[in-house]
């Protein structure tokens, strides 16, 4: 099957930085990839769709300032938290589109980000 | 708009015994697909079972069946023979399509039900 990678798979850093996390398909092309973001026994929740070579697309309520997405391959989106607070600690997770496959959705194994 | 709910926020069952999840939705969007996710502690999503709205039966996948019942706008996992392995949270999803077919891409999850399995 389809293999999404997420990189780094854990990260703890200091409250004012910014971090990084990728998102990559490995073996397909995702036009779309989207990041959701899930607390401790809760929901995941959709932060944005991000589309290749274009804007991502926020959902109500999400900073686009502070957590910024760029798509810029088509095996390739980023996210970056960028002036991070222990309130952006949180468990993000993506996932890519595979239109070439039935339009199925593979999930990556997740970034468990912790600012101290 | 769509909307899951999953009512069960913790589910205990005996091991090799059946337990049912609860899922319930709401949309407006005239097809739609129906999906189940399990989340073990490690945190990577685990595809279940997929139901299409037009789908005639009930889906299947070895031990998960999906009870998908569209005019009470339901759709149920069933994990019959339950093992330890299965001790895991669980997430309801939807995915709607539009007027013609094409998929909108974004999952709405339900909040989840945590599944303990005792030996």
């Known amino acids: 099957g389809a293999v999404v990678s997420q990189h780094p798979s854990w990260v703890i850093c200091k409250s004012g930085t910014s971090v990084k996390i990728e998102c990559r398909s490995l073996?397909?092309?995702?036009?779309?990839m989207f990041w959701y973001r899930q607390f401790p026994k809760q929901s995941l929740m959709l932060m944005a769709t991000?589309?290749?070579?274009?804007?991502?697309?926020?959902e109500q309520g999400v900073e686009k300032d502070k957590f910024l997405i760029n798509h810029a391959s088509l095996t390739l989106s980023t996210l970056t938290v960028t002036s991070a607070h222990p309130e952006d600690s949180s468990f993000y997770i993506c996932?890519?589109?595979?239109?070439?496959?039935?339009?199925?959705?593979?999930f990556g194994p997740g970034t468990r980000l912790t600012v101290t | 708009a769509q909307k899951i709910t999953q009512t069960q926020p913790g589910m205990f069952v005996q091991e090799k015994e059946a337990v049912t999840l609860d899922c319930t939705y709401d949309?407006?969007?005239?097809?739609?697909?129906l999906f189940w996710y399990k989340q073990p502690s490690s945190g990577e999503m685990i595809f279940l079972i997929y139901?299409?709205?037009?789908?005639?039966q009930n889906a299947t996948e070895g031990r998960y069946s999906l009870n998908f019942q569209k005019a009470r706008k339901s759709a149920n996992l069933v994990i019959s023979a339950s093992q330890l392995g299965d001790s895991a949270m669980y997430f309801c999803a939807m995915r709607g399509r539009n007027a013609g077919g094409t998929s909108y891409g974004k999952l709405t999850f339900g909040q989840g039900t945590i599944l303990t399995v005792h030996p």
């Open positions: 073996d397909f092309q995702a036009t779309t």
């Open positions: 949309t407006s969007d005239p097809s739609y697909g």
């Open positions: 991000s589309n290749e070579g274009s804007k991502a697309t926020y």
């Open positions: 139901q299409g709205s037009y789908d005639q």
């Open positions: 996932s890519a589109r595979d239109r070439g496959h039935g339009d199925e959705q593979y």
